[in-house]
Each structure stands twice: as structure tokens, then as C-alpha cells.
């Protein structure tokens, strides 16, 4: 597991970053006090670093450089003003990555993977998801309820996969079906109501009722 430190002071962004990372088995630190960034990096001993541009007391720039004083550890800025002249700031301050804020976790996580690995030369792959009782192993796509594997055809195992990446959140029905079918092939919007059918059926027959619940005119959830 890869510890990750999140230099960014708004706490709602640095809270869904850490509690989405945290799927793909990144240990996140977020800091609290932003007078003592280093005392956190050194208690915190990084793998990646996670650093917004703007922050209270002194800006990104000057955090980046202390790091780099003691440290080649991965910098990553985030930051929604990604102009020409920060990101090239950012870089000649000894940062790996500059990503503009409004981002997607996916994006953002593919790349802090791409740059652990380019880093550390070692596969930073998540093995599986859980939610409540149902683990999904992303290596031979199955899907086990107290140990007890369940039976799930291709689809039904990247809707399960699309659900669990993002417990507690409405995952829309437009994302996951582009998602399986691609954005230029037309599929019926019932194909993927008789998928979802499917799923709950087998899930609630191995002793889990209502896994999934359906937020209507929005999609569906997992873990609420």
C-alpha cells in the first residue's frame, strides 16, 4: 500500500481524493495544519504528494521547494488556475504533474498509478473491491458473498465493478452504459434495467437484499 499526502485545504476535495484513493489501496494523510507541511511530509513519509497551488500561510510553489530540499519524492499540483505560466512554475519547481481542477477521480487516479510506477518500477494494481459483504476480484472478475462465489456474466460483473468503484455516490445510468457499450453504439435503455434485475436477483438470493437501490431519474447506488 502507497502512502499518499494531500496538500489541500478544501476539505471536501481532499476528503473524496483520500476516500476514492483508498479504493485502489493508497493510504492517504491530508494535512490539517498548513504551517507545518513538513512536519507532516516527514511524519507521513510519502510514496506521492498531492499538492494544491493555493493554499493558507504560504502557497504551493514554496511547499514543492522545501520538499525537494529533503526529498524526489512525486509532487502532483492540483489547481483550477492551470495557466501556461503555473504549470511551467510547477515543473521548474520539481513537480512530476500539474492537473486542473475541476478533475475526474478516475483520471486522477490512473495518473498518480502511471507515475508510482514510472517512480518505483513496481505494479501499484488494486486487487479487489469491497462493499458490505460482496467482494469483487479484479483479476479473474469474480464476485464472492461471505466467500461464496457468485455467478456473473461480463456485463453484469462492470455494472457490479462501475456500482462498487463508487460506494455511497449515484452512479447515472448514461455513464455505466457507456461505460459497457461505447458512446457510438445504440443500445436499449431496457438492456440495462434487465441487467440490474439480474444482479439483484442473484445477490439477494445469496442473503443480501437490497444491495443496490435505485435513485430514480438519477441511477443507482451501492453502500448507502
Known sequence: MKNVLIVEDDEIIAKEVAKHLALWQMNCTVVEDF????????????????MDLHLPCYNGF????EIRKVS???VVFLSSADDNMNIVMAMNM???????????????TAKLQAILRR???AS?????????NISLNLDDTTATIDGDKLDLTKNEYLILKALMERPGKVVSRESIMERLWGADEFVDD???TVNVTRIRKKIEAAGVPDFITTKRGLGY???E
Do not use: R
Request: net charge negative; charged share 15%.
Open 35 to 50: 504551517q507545518k507541511v513538513m512536519e507532516t511530509f516527514n511524519q507521513c513519509g510519502p510514496d506521492i504528494v498531492l
Open 62 to 65: 514554496y511547499w514543492c521547494g
Open 72 to 74: 524526489q519524492v512525486p
Open 94 to 108: 520539481g513537480a512530476d504533474d500539474f492537473i486542473a481542477k475541476p478533475f475526474d477521480l478516475q483520471v486522477l
Open 119 to 121: 517512480s518505483y518500477g
Open 124 to 132: 501499484i494494481t488494486v486487487h479487489k473491491l469491497e462493499v458490505g
Open 190 to 192: 431496457n438492456t440495462l
Open 221 to 223: 447506488i451501492v453502500g
